[in-house]
Each structure stands twice: as C-alpha cells, then as structure tokens.
C-alpha cells in the first residue's frame, strides 16, 4: 500500500500538519519513522488514516469496508440504518478543519491569558518588593539620621567655633592695621622733628653770622614748631 508523507496526508485528509503531528503524539494515528534528507520523517497509509478517523466512507480505500457494509448483502435494506438529517461530506470536512483551527487559537489564547496571568501575579509581587524595600529604605534613613545626631552636633560646634575664631581673626587685624599707622606717624613725627631741629640750627648759624653778612630776619618772626600728626590718623 502506497504511503505518504504528512504534508500529503494532510491534503489527503484536508487537515493541517499540525493536526496530524498531535494525533500522532496522543497515539490516535500510527506512522512510521524514517530518516529523510532534512531529518526524521513521518509516513503513514490510507488504512492507517482511516483506522485513526481521519478519512470517511467514501473517502477508504476500495477493498476496506466497515463491518455494516459487508453485512449489508445478508442485511434487508430496510433494518440498515438511515438519518434524515446529513450534511455534504466537503461541509463536513470543512467545518471539522475550523473547528480544528479554533482548537488551535483557543490553545493560542488560553496560553497567552495563562500568561499574562503570570505577568500580573509578577507584577504584584513586585510591587510588593518594592513596598517592602521602601520601607526598608526609610527605617534605614531614620536610624542613620539618630545615629548622626551628635556628629551633627559636634559639627555645630565646631562651626560656631570657627566663626569665633575668625572674628578675633578679624579682630587682630585691625590691631595689626591700627599698630601700622602708629608706626607710620612715629616716623613721620620723628622726621619733623628732624627737619625743624635742623631748621633751628641754620636759623643760629644765620644770625652768628648776620653782623658780616648784613642778613637780618624779620622782626617778630619766629619759627614754629609744627604739630605732631593724630596717631588715630585724624
């Protein structure tokens, strides 16, 4: 008997490949196994399609006949049995291929909600880690902000201390600043001083020699002595 491969049974059948791979995986179709050129290959008879359902009376090889049709010869016509109610066998054959293919996408489907199912229970429960963390990060943050508490405190301290610090920084300065300008003015004085002591003795050496010079000063002029500048700068 001729065999076929699996993409001729299926045309054979009007059923997809996949179809036929399934009854061969639940056992309901025999098929042999054969290496082929691009691996493992399925081949199955007529007989073997029919003995799993797949093909229908008309369809079986001649030769293979039901046990009520062979008994149909000893049988009156009348006590075999006969439906009122038949559909055309391409109908049947056509709507039984749908309702294959809604078996497959209602698998495709039924899949895709266990799925997300799945994703939903993930996502709940991360959502949950994510609670749980946040919590875990705020007790966190409280106990490291009581435990900082002092170092907060001693830095404080340490911060008025170096304002202290840099006011008598500031302070010193301006000592420092005041003890330049009394510098300054003691020099200045002292050179005044200098100027007009020098001053005093050219006026002396003037008047030693007025008699041979015929130099006079003025009458009621006197030098004065000049007054010291305010050390406070002023």
Same mark, same amino acid.
């Given at each position: 008997?001729?065999?076929?491969?699996?993409?001729?049974?299926? &045309?054979?059948?009007?059923? %997809?490949?996949?179809?036929?791979?399934?009854?061969?995986? %639940?056992?309901?179709?025999?098929?042999? @196994?054969?290496? =082929?050129?691009?691996?493992?290959?399925? *081949?199955?008879?007529?007989?073997?399609?029919?003995?799993?359902?797949?093909?229908?009376?008309? !369809?079986?090889?001649?030769?293979?006949?039901?046990?009520?049709?062979?008994?149909?010869? %000893?049988?009156?016509?009348?006590?075999?049995?006969? %439906?009122?109610?038949?559909?055309?066998?391409?109908?049947?054959?056509?709507?039984?291929? @749908?309702?294959?293919?809604?078996?497959?996408?209602?698998?495709?489907?039924?899949? #895709? =909600?266990?799925?997300?199912?799945?994703?939903?229970?993930?996502?709940? #429960?991360?959502?949950? !880690?994510?609670?749980?963390?946040?919590?875990?990060?705020?007790?966190?943050?409280? @106990?490291? *902000?009581?435990?900082?508490?002092?170092?907060?405190?001693?830095?404080?301290?340490?911060?008025?201390?170096?304002? =202290?610090?840099?006011?008598?920084?500031?302070?010193?300065?301006?000592?420092?600043?005041?003890?330049?300008?009394?510098?300054?003015?003691?020099?200045?004085?002292?050179?005044?001083?200098?100027?007009?002591?020098?001053?005093?003795? $050219?006026?002396?050496?003037? &008047?030693?020699?007025?008699?041979?010079?015929?130099?006079?000063? $003025?009458? =009621?002029?006197? *030098?004065?002595?000049?007054?010291?500048?305010?050390?406070?700068?002023?």
């Amino acid at each position: 008997m001729k065999r076929m491969n699996l993409r001729e049974a299926a &045309d054979r059948t009007l059923r %997809s490949v996949t179809t036929l791979r399934r009854y061969l995986r %639940s056992g309901r179709l025999k098929a042999e @196994k054969i290496d =082929g050129r691009y691996g493992p290959e399925y *081949f199955v008879t007529e007989r073997e399609l029919s003995e799993a359902g797949l093909l229908f009376e008309a !369809e079986k090889p001649i030769g293979e006949t039901t046990d009520l049709t062979a008994a149909g010869s %000893s049988l009156p016509v009348a006590s075999l049995p006969y %439906s009122t109610e038949t559909v055309p066998l391409t109908l049947f054959q056509e709507l039984q291929m @749908k309702h294959e293919q809604l078996l497959v996408q209602y698998g495709m489907v039924r899949a #895709a =909600g266990m799925r997300v199912m799945e994703l939903q229970n993930e996502v709940v #429960a991360r959502t949950e !880690e994510a609670q749980g963390l946040k919590a875990q990060i705020a007790l966190t943050r409280a @106990k490291l *902000f009581d435990a900082s508490a002092p170092y907060r405190t001693q830095a404080r301290k340490a911060e008025l201390e170096l304002k =202290g610090r840099q006011l008598e920084i500031d302070a010193l300065k301006e000592k420092v600043r005041g003890l330049e300008m009394l510098t300054r003015n003691a020099v200045t004085t002292e050179t005044i001083e200098r100027q007009f002591t020098d001053l005093l003795a $050219q006026e002396e050496k003037v &008047d030693r020699h007025a008699p041979e010079t015929g130099i006079r000063r $003025q009458p =009621g002029y006197t *030098f004065r002595r000049p007054v010291p500048p305010d050390p406070a700068g002023h």
